[in-house]
């Protein structure tokens, strides 16, 4: 199995902050995202600017997208976006769309399985329909009361679909060995690096657990 | 009952020509939305200059959040919107979030019923959490299905509950009178006026069409 890929979840607000935080972190994750406040924030130009200054990172543009999918996902690609993020609970034609856009542009949809009710199934839909991510996600609201995505982690791995898993929810050094052992083909870190006394080094050491994992 | 008011929805993804648009129907229209795809694309600085230039409109930002109410909704509230839209799918705990920063601001928080299982259940929870506006909404991919909003409209309207209903889903010239007789206080007109030979004077027909209802 490959090594699992390290998604680092830029969730400021401000313009230069997040690209400071994304140099910092950059040469030890695989994955720089756009947080959803971050991109509804700033607009395509920060995808444009994370592009040109980070070639070597595959960038994550966090959409959660939920009704136009085509249309809404198809300029992030156009800039530079990797990968796309919609919104399990959008439906399938939704969906639909921002998978036609991925491949329009050699890139990759994510479905975000958050509050979808029938995991399983959405998952399944998500595989036939071509999304090449499906996304395990406890949101920060549902973290703050207490849930975590390892549950719904091991109940989509078990589905054994042909799609990467992300799982992104409180991540941090104690647990992120537990989630790739656990299936996640991608591990989404956002607090337990940026909250850091030094961004750079909770970067490493977060590829260091997930290499010995 | 007080006159329905009229939103124009700014479905562009174009800042320049979003502008040029609200130009021809902000003396025709109550509300100017800016589009979910629209805010994405350009940020809060479109927000910023449609405020600058419309002081006489509401203004809509049509953020459709997901997560992280509060920390989502509040910068634009303090750009200058007057309404902010938090998904139903998201959970209470998000649209709190949202209503939250929406009272910091004097402002106002809409709930989106899109795609919600149970509407009415929604209509209620938001009612009671004291948000101002429910949307009762079918999305442009659900539209492309052939679904519409009325239906959706008649019992929500039928609850009694103490907000203004939104309503958006293909509305035309041909029914913008039914709507609001229906129950809408809101009346979200988006293609039937930007897909216009002159959007401005689209606009000005829907106005006197609601203002004959």
Redesign the interface.
């Known amino acids: 199995m490959a090594r699992a890929l390290i998604q680092m979840a830029l969730d400021s ?1 401000d313009f230069n902050d997040t690209v400071g935080l994304a140099t910092q972190v950059a040469p030890h994750v695989d994955i720089l995202e756009i947080g ?2 971050c ?8 995808v444009q600017e994370l592009r040109r200054k980070f070639p070597n990172n595959l960038i994550l543009v966090d ?2 997208t ?4 085509e ?2 996902a198809a ?2 690609y156009a800039a530079g976006g990797d990968i796309c993020t919609v ?1 399990g ?3 399938n ?2 969906m639909a ?1 921002v998978v036609k856009a991925a491949n329009a542009n050699n890139s990759e949809a994510q479905i975000d399985l ?2 979808v ?1 029938n995991k399983a199934q959405c998952a399944r839909e998500a595989a036939k329909m071509g999304a090449q991510i499906v996304g395990v996600h406890t ?4 973290q ?2 207490g849930q975590t995505p390892f549950a719904d982690l091991q109940s989509i791995a078990a589905l054994n679909l042909p799609v990467r898993i992300s799982v992104a929810g409180g991540i941090n050094q104690s647990t992120v060995q537990q989630v790739v052992q656990a299936g996640a083909g991608i591990v989404v870190v956002g607090a337990a690096i940026y909250s850091a006394p030094s961004p750079g080094d909770a970067a490493r050491e977060i590829r260091q657990l997930v290499e010995a994992a």
Chains 1, 2 share one sequence.
């Open positions: 607000l959803t406040p991109i509804k924030h700033n607009g395509v130009r920060l959409l959660k939920m009704d136009a999918g249309y809404e300029p992030f919104l609970v959008s439906g034609a939704t769309g958050i509050n009710p949101g920060l609201d549902a703050a009361a």
